[in-house]
């Protein structure tokens, strides 16, 4: 089992819709959550992190955290094609738990199409 | 720009040569992260280095790969006698202190002929 899976789509939405990002992980030790974007060909920048069970959001992004199904998503309203490119989750255990480093999944690219 | 540095951008080097790839974190940033992205693969942690000190060695492989992050000056990463299966995006990450968020440069893309 991959300690941290994503589906790598293609997923495609119209413009406008709302695109949903999916993201488990295996080890319960994970504290930190973090979503980044990459274009093709380009680093990896972050979108959003969150740490606590819930939701948390930033304009039209909203990141959802839950611990106890080890979920974590990323919804993007209004999608633009601009938003299209591949989003990697990345978890990071807690200091205790010897992390430092983040685990990536292999990402999921989204298409947002005209 | 205040953002993570990387030189060079492009680096292509034929198989027993030597590959050095550098890094130059934020400003103000002491910690330094390398990872590795091969085609149609995740980014894999290499390596985690403050100041003069290896943290976390856990990703790297144990031979021809080495890094190092000197009191002045880049950290380097270090690829002796390359091999055509090193040819991947290699990028250094910086952050503030330990536990906090992790920002990339733009990476090195190693193509070993």
């Known amino acids: 089992q991959k300690e941290v899976e994503q589906n790598s789509g293609p997923l495609s939405v119209p413009e406008g819709a709302i695109a949903s990002l999916n993201c488990t992980y295996s080890?319960?030790?994970?504290?930190?959550f973090f979503w980044y974007r990459q274009y093709s060909g380009k680093s990896p920048e972050l979108i959003m992190f969150i740490y606590s069970n819930g939701d948390k959001e930033d304009g039209r992004f909203t990141a959802q955290l839950n611990k106890a199904s080890q979920y974590v998503s990323l919804l993007i309203r209004d999608s633009q094609p601009s938003d299209s490119a591949t989003y990697l989750c990345a978890v990071r255990k807690g200091l205790t738990g010897g992390g430092n480093k983040l685990t990536f999944g292999t990402g999921t690219q989204l298409k947002v199409e005209l | 720009n205040a953002g993570v540095m990387q030189n060079p951008r492009h680096l292509v080097r034929r198989r027993g040569q030597e590959a050095r790839l550098r890094c130059s974190p934020m400003k103000g940033h002491s910690h330094v992260y390398w990872y590795r992205q091969l085609p149609e693969e995740g980014l894999k942690f290499m390596v985690y280095l403050q100041k003069e000190n290896i943290i976390d060695e856990s990703g790297m492989p144990k031979e021809r790969f080495s890094a190092e992050f000197p009191k002045e000056g880049p950290s380097i990463l270090r690829i002796q006698q390359v091999v055509r299966g090193d040819s991947a995006a290699y990028f250094c990450?910086?952050?503030?202190?330990?536990?906090?968020?992790?920002?990339f440069g733009p990476g090195t893309r190693l193509l070993v002929l």
């Open positions: 080890d319960r030790g994970s504290q930190s």
């Open positions: 990450a910086s952050s503030l202190g330990t536990q906090e968020t992790q920002y």
